[in-house]
């Protein structure tokens, strides 16, 4: 143990680290847990620490037997919008499918108009009212897409708000410019000429204003097929911009293929991903981003093929998705619950699916993800009797405190 003071020191903790061990969650029950600079410096057994805690840091937290998690990471969120798509919900209850009420020109292109119709400020108030919601439930980074502008001026507008949303809440922002989320309405007809104005101004422009650390793309009948999606992702990396995709979400279109070939980080959706899909997410080290708000909201039928992504080694990410069309939600604890009850996942896949995959999914595990030397000392303490409560309860909210 070395001799300068520490910053903060959590005691009397049971630490679900979600780091590899040998215990279920990363468990260290009855530990303490140090931090530095913003970096997690020690963590060990209540009995090794010999000292008096007030003299070893200048903050002591006595969590009294609470769990602590590492913060909460939201991998895949649209929670950037104006306006509401509650009218569209109402059509679907009364049997109009989601792609048809697309192609009558409401879904993408509703929230399209509203947004850009919205001022930079009306759009952040709008916005910052779902990412309260979400700070309650131990969240510490965020990925916020854009794809709601379609222009360069209000895709910029939208991850404009995403970095201002950081600086109000001191969140880590993770942006995607998802430009290619639908063919914006003047475009009817010339999808391919759109694309060439995704690859020849907005993403040249992206990159050097560095407004977002990624692309994404939706491939799909309603959106962008795989030509297309191919051409968005060459450009994406010959700007050095990491690689997402919305993948295999209503159809197959071998998407996760292309996307895992071009390295990306990760691809999301996944209910018709192929087994060759699934071989090429393991050989290019790609995440599984599983949305069961979606599925959920959508009523599909066709599950993700969870038991062969965990048979291939693929991690899985669990984000909300949080849209005003396929996912209106903020709760990362509610997606647990979804995740085991719909997908059947275990408790601790689905904390390890917002902590230490979500992190896979963003391209930070080096930083984030789990409670280890090395890591930010992003803390979540929570009132629970054993983790596994985190994804079982649903429509309650067990977190105590976040300390970032
Ligand atoms: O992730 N799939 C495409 N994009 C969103 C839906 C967006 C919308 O309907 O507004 C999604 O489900
Ligand atoms: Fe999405």
């Known amino acids: 143990m070395e001799n300068t003071k520490w910053d903060k020191l959590w005691i009397n903790a049971n630490i679900a680290s979600m780091a590899d061990g040998k215990l279920a969650y990363g468990l260290r029950k009855n530990s303490a847990i140090a931090s530095k600079n913003g970096l997690i410096v020690w963590i060990g057994r209540m009995d090794e620490l010999d000292f008096n805690p007030a003299e070893k840091s200048e903050q002591v937290f006595d969590m009294g037997r609470k769990y602590l998690t590492p913060g909460f990471i939201d991998c895949h969120t649209h929670v950037v919008y104006a306006g509401s798509r509650a009218h569209e919900f109402e ?8 792609e048809d009420i697309a192609q009558r020109g409401g879904g993408i292109q509703s929230t399209v108009q509203a947004t850009r119709q919205a001022s930079e400020d009306e759009l952040f108030e709008q916005s910052i009212v779902r990412v309260q919601s979400m700070m309650q439930e131990g969240l510490s980074v965020l990925e916020i897409k854009s794809g709601y502008g379609l222009n360069i001026e209000s895709e910029i507008k939208m991850l404009r708000v995403a970095k201002r949303i950081g600086q109000k809440f001191n969140l880590h922002i993770c942006s995607t410019f998802l430009g290619a989320h639908t063919v914006p309405k003047e475009y009817t007809g010339r999808s391919n000429d759109y694309v060439e104005y995704v690859c020849r101004e907005m993403i040249p422009f992206i990159a050097e204003e560095k407004l977002a650390h990624a692309v994404d793309v939706f491939c799909e009948k309603i959106a962008f097929n795989l030509d297309q999606t191919e051409k968005i992702f060459q450009t994406a990396k010959n700007y050095n911009l990491l690689i997402k995709c919305h993948s295999e979400q209503l159809s197959n279109s071998n998407s996760a293929e292309l996307a895992a070939e071009y390295g990306a980080i990760s691809v999301d959706h996944l209910e018709y991903l192929s087994e060759t899909g699934i071989k090429s997410l393991t050989k290019n080290g790609t995440t599984a981003v599983l949305l069961p708000g979606a599925f959920y909201f959508l009523r599909e039928t066709k599950f993700p093929p969870i038991e062969l992504l965990k048979s291939h080694n693929v991690p899985i990410a669990i984000a909300t998705d949080c ?8 709760s990362l604890l509610l997606m647990m619950n979804m995740a085991c009850t719909l997908f059947r996942l275990t408790p601790e896949e689905a904390l390890a699916g917002v902590t230490k995959n979500a992190a896979k999914a963003l391209g930070l595990s080096k930083t984030h993800g789990t409670l280890e030397v090395g890591k ?3 803390i979540v303490s929570w009132d629970i009797d054993h983790p596994a409560e985190l994804s079982y ?12």
């Open 376 to 378: 930010v000392d992003h």
């Open 323 to 330: 849209n005003p069309g396929t996912s209106p939600t903020t």
């Open 91 to 98: 059509m679907r209850l009364k049997g109009v499918k989601y």
């Open 393 to 404: 309860l649903f429509g309650q909210n067990p977190c105590h405190k976040i300390y970032r």
